[in-house]
């Protein structure tokens, strides 16, 4: 039982790991020189980065985010049709554990993404990494997920608002879809965590000044997203 225990540990570890990748820092130190962290809204996403270095680099970094959420749960699946792992556990406690394990190490590659250790704990709002792990879970969800965040970004132009519409549709999907309760559980936990990350934009939403795409942030409007972080 240890054993058994100590490899869903390193699973969840190595899923944090994926998700703490700092995709974003990293493009802008490459072609800048930079700290993202210092410019714009201070997050490392793939909206900060587009309007800091541009599409093309924020496109990379969005496919890299979303890459890191597939990852994640491409990696727990993968462990658990290993023979060492069928040494350790039955198949139907494998079978059993698989959904919450799965649904486990998705919301560590979330913490991961936002939370980052090799930033000092800091990162972006996990809305990338968050559809790739849905995408990985159940693709038909995650393809509609994006769908809602696509129609809502083409009506309002407003990233945040399109991510926190997603946020709020996935568990409603995922119960309709009629998905285990472990993924519905998991889009209700990740879509609850993406929408506090964007405190700070629902503050800015409420007073209109939220940017749309192709719009900076004013130096007040940093300055008060820095202190809110």
């Known amino acids: 039982m240890a054993l058994w225990l100590s ?21 802008a130190k490459l072609l800048k ?14 909206t900060n980065v587009l309007r800091t270095l541009g599409k093309g680099p924020a496109i990379a970094v969005l496919l890299l985010d979303v890459l890191k959420g597939v990852a994640a749960i491409v990696l727990v699946r993968w462990a658990y049709t290993r023979e060492a792992v069928d040494m350790l ?8 554990w698989l959904p919450w394990m799965v649904t486990g190490a998705g919301l560590a ?21 968050s559809l790739g ?8 969800v995650g393809l509609a997920t994006l769908g809602v965040f696509a129609i809502v970004i083409a009506i309002s132009r ?11 549709a996935c568990p409603v999907l995922m119960i309709v879809a009629g998905q285990p309760l472990a993924y519905c559980l998991f ?33 007040q409007q940093e300055a008060e997203t820095s202190a809110s972080q």
């Open 7 to 27: 490899l869903n540990i390193a699973i969840l570890l190595a899923a944090y790991l994926l998700g703490s990748l700092p995709t974003g820092y990293t493009a």
């Open 33 to 46: 020189g930079i700290d993202i962290r210092e410019v714009g809204s201070g997050s490392t996403g793939a």
């Open 89 to 96: 556990a039955a198949p139907p406690v494998l079978d059993s």
């Open 109 to 129: 590659a979330v913490l991961g993404h936002s939370k980052s250790i090799w930033l000092g704990f800091t990162g972006g709002k996990s809305v990338a990494t």
């Open 133 to 140: 792990i849905l995408l990985a879970l159940y693709w038909p």
């Open 158 to 168: 407003i990233v945040s608002l399109s991510s926190m519409s997603g946020a709020i």
């Open 187 to 219: 889009a209700l936990a990740g879509g609850l965590y993406v929408i506090v990350r964007h405190r700070s934009n629902i503050e800015r939403l409420l007073a209109g000044a939220e940017p749309r795409i192709g719009e900076k942030l004013s130096q």
